[in-house]
């Protein structure tokens, strides 16, 4: 990828009002959303059915609207239209690289910001999402690392970023259709690998990936959801239980002497205590592979012994390699790899009997990667105010 490549941008200037008071339906389990719709009024006879009817315009066909509810009553629909909305999170901005990566900056209620990528493949399109706003944890080499803790986002802000992205892929199904039945799905997988540490929102987490996998809805396999942890060791089992999808973990180190460095969550729950944690995964949650990410730090953790010290941890575990050459960011304190370092390193894994790809960087002109798009969007705002303020504007 060029710098030259052709970028479009477009800044949507007007949002999309979130309405205040009401209660709003999206993030809502089910049990939850039976009980608001019996607390405001809607028989407990008809409430079953009241869900699930409801459930499918809004997850499975994207309306917003009440009004277009064609299979509930007018006086219903306009029941339901002033108690409650049906309200996602609001764009702000988006940008198309070249090789078709989409970056999107996304505003939650109280005006803060969060990043979301799209990322297109031969024979799939993968959503990176949020959890969180910055993050308490402090991992040297990733840029969320040095924002501090705003807040978690909330089930309905979780889930809301898929919706968003199904709008703007204008992936809905006609109201009618079942959600396969619009040939090869665009969005088809998605990655909790942006923003915050999954496992420290876990309810609301747990709650959006449901609505995820709802086959009334959204409809996407477990197999399709990969959560991303740094290693929050209690949560494992229970992410296991209660969600059932696939497990990242954000590995990058082979001592505990560098992961306490690299991720000081290490200092709680050391290597020992997490593959243990990360052995019981596959069983518990009926999936086949774990996936090991580790960022290629330059001198740091890319020698060929930590590479044989790698495979020999990961003995027993079903486990693929996620080999990540790091994204350097603006006063980041490491270096990416050299090139055929990582290749060195991936080849020791992969005659191991591991698989070990090498993480492609995608949308690099649109710095896509993790924790940089709101860096770089602030960076554009203030230099935008400092040209404002050289012009005495
Ligand atoms: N908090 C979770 C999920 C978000 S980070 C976690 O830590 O797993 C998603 C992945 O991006 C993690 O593997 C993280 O280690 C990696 N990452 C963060 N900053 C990075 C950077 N600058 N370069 C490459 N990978 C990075
Ligand atoms: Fe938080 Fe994950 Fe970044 Fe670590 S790598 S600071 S856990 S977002």
Known sequence: MTNSAPITQDVLTIPRKLPEGPTNLVGLTRARLREVLIENGTPEKQA????????????????????????????YRAELAEKFVIAIPEMVSRQISADGTRKYLVRIAGGHEVEVV?????????????????????????????????RNLTAGEIIGQVMMARDDLNEWPEP???TDENGPRLLSNIVLMGMGEPLYNFENVRDAMNIAMDGEGISLSRRRITLSTSGVVPEIAKTAQEIGCMLAVSFHATTDETRDKLVPINKRWNIAALLDALRAYPKLSNSERITFEYVMLKDVNDSDEDARRLVQLI??????????????????????????RIQKFADIIYKAGYASPIRTP????????????KSATERARKSRKEIQAEAGL
């Not at 996620?322 to 055929?340: M, Q």
């Open 315 to 340: 003995k027993g575990i079903p486990a693929k390699i996620n080999l990540i050459p790091f994204n350097e960011w603006p006063g980041s304190p490491h270096e990416r790899s050299d090139w055929d």
């Open 48 to 75: 079953k059915m009241r869900v699930n009817q409801i459930w499918q315009w809004i997850y499975q066909w994207g309306v917003r609207d009440f009004a277009q509810m064609t299979n509930l009553s007018k006086a």
């Open 118 to 150: 799209y990322i297109p493949e031969t024979d799939r399109g993968t959503l990176c999402i949020s959890s969180q706003v910055g993050c308490t944890l402090t991992c040297s080499f990733c840029h969320t690392g040095t924002q501090k803790l705003v």
């Open 176 to 178: 009618g259709k079942g």
């Open 362 to 373: 995608r949308g690099e002109d649109i710095m896509a990667a993790c924790g940089q798009l």
